[in-house]
């Protein structure tokens, strides 16, 4: 079965420092990948996707993401992190089945000051 | 705006009744979702439908019912069969045909008396 994969159940990063969020998915072929960012209490807002094509995605509020077939990966990156990036994240993807997304546990992610 | 509107924010169901959740967007869209989130279990697809008139299961259909007579509009009804339904609903939208990026509202929080 598709299962996507966040390691990190929750990471606390300084203000200022750079931050990783790793998401490993579960199929060979090429899946659609997306990253979603939730604040408490609201819906999720899309950060970017990879449907194909150049490797490293590039999204909003300076975050980037890069796939990587060979270890089944699509970690997300931001260089700075700010005290607004406090939030859950969510990878997710799909193979056009329908489009169902299959969405990771989520990872939450604190900055200290 | 368009947008994807989910009303209302807090909802509470006593035992043996049903409720429902609206769900309406105005983008166009012809697929809609329903999922359901847990603190730790990420999103669970509950319902979803590619065109007007016609919806599918997802994982967690039980307990759940949908209707889809507008293009707009995916109301999902929480039945009394649905044993544990305190969670936070949260609906979905994208372009269908090939556009799998979904749209997300701001979500519904169902609480049990």
């Known amino acids: 079965a598709q299962s996507v994969t966040q390691p990190d159940i929750h990471i606390t990063v300084s203000e200022g420092a750079s931050l990783e969020l790793r998401c490993n998915y579960s199929y060979g072929a090429t899946p659609y990948l997306f990253w979603y960012v939730q604040s408490p209490g609201q819906g999720l807002q899309l950060l970017l996707k990879?449907?194909?094509?150049?490797?490293l995605v590039q999204g909003i509020k300076g975050f980037e993401a890069e796939f990587k077939r060979s270890q089944s990966s699509f970690n997300l990156r931001k260089p700075s992190v700010h005290w607004s990036d406090a939030a859950e994240y969510f990878c997710a993807e799909t193979y056009n089945q329908g489009g169902k997304l299959i969405f990771g546990q989520g990872t939450e992610l604190s900055v200290k000051p | 705006d368009g947008g994807i509107t989910q009303s209302p924010k807090y909802l509470f169901r006593k035992e043996g009744q049903n409720v429902t959740l609206s769900c309406e967007q105005n983008?166009?869209?012809?697929?809609m979702y329903w999922y359901r989130q847990d603190p730790g279990q990420g999103l669970r697809l509950i319902y979803y439908s590619q065109i007007v008139n016609d919806f599918q299961k997802g994982d967690i259909a039980e307990g759940y019912s949908v209707s889809r007579e507008k293009k707009e509009s995916f109301p999902l009804t929480v039945t009394s069969a649905q044993k544990n339904p305190t969670a936070f609903y949260l609906c979905?939208?994208?372009?269908?045909?090939?556009?799998?990026?979904?749209?997300f509202g701001p979500g519904t929080r169902l609480l049990v008396l």
């Open positions: 983008l166009n869209h012809d697929a």
């Open positions: 979905a939208s994208s372009g269908g045909q090939g556009q799998e990026t979904q749209y």
């Open positions: 990879y449907f194909s094509g150049d490797t």
